[in-house]
């Protein structure tokens, strides 16, 4: 049963693409060492035996390669050379050096920017239009099954979280509410003790009489 479900998987997407994203471009070709143009920034997609340089490309006629380009760091490739073979719908595209192109693997930001309404599905990256995912990895993690499994299962206990915490602030919210309805009907009655501790401390105090009270006045 599982290898049946990793079977219908793997037919969405070509036998290449996965082991492409594996890759790691723009090393040193062990062939062709001692040229100039020993960078291997290319890929074979009938023989998918790892980085070529140009060099090599004399060893794949007739054969589908294409070229890896490189922005920021991370691997590129235009959307003219890969569209020919890959559905890249839903994947953000970028215009680098007048052309447009697609990155390979997933670039995570720590935080969206401000102002971000629309992010990839799959690492939350900013995405500018209405894309679903940032780069190829993205879209392949993204539409698996398992991906949407775990996806539903995080937003369910994220759910769960949060119906507990507001029924309980509820809760606390009805008591408070409660006790102020309480004490705005029923006002506090102090302690005997208070009340008996009050009294003993009133004195009949001392009459005064009035400064001329004692004083007769004769016409």
Partial sequence: MIMGAEEEKNKKWPPWLKPLLREKFFVQCKLHADSH??????YCLDCTSGPLCSL???FHKDHHAIQIRRSSYHDVIRVSEIQKFLDITGVQTYVINSAKVVFLNERPQPRP????????EVCYRSLVDSFRFCSLGCKISGISKSFDKKRKDWTNNLSDSNDSYSSS???GRLKKNDDMIHNSFTPSTPPLSAVYRRIAKRRKGIPHRAPFGGLIIEY
């Fill in 113 to 120: 920017g401000k102002g971000v309404v629309n992010t990839c």
């Fill in 37 to 42: 143009k020993s960078e291997c920034n290319m």
């Fill in 169 to 171: 602030t509820s809760i």
């Fill in 56 to 58: 090599c490309l004399s």
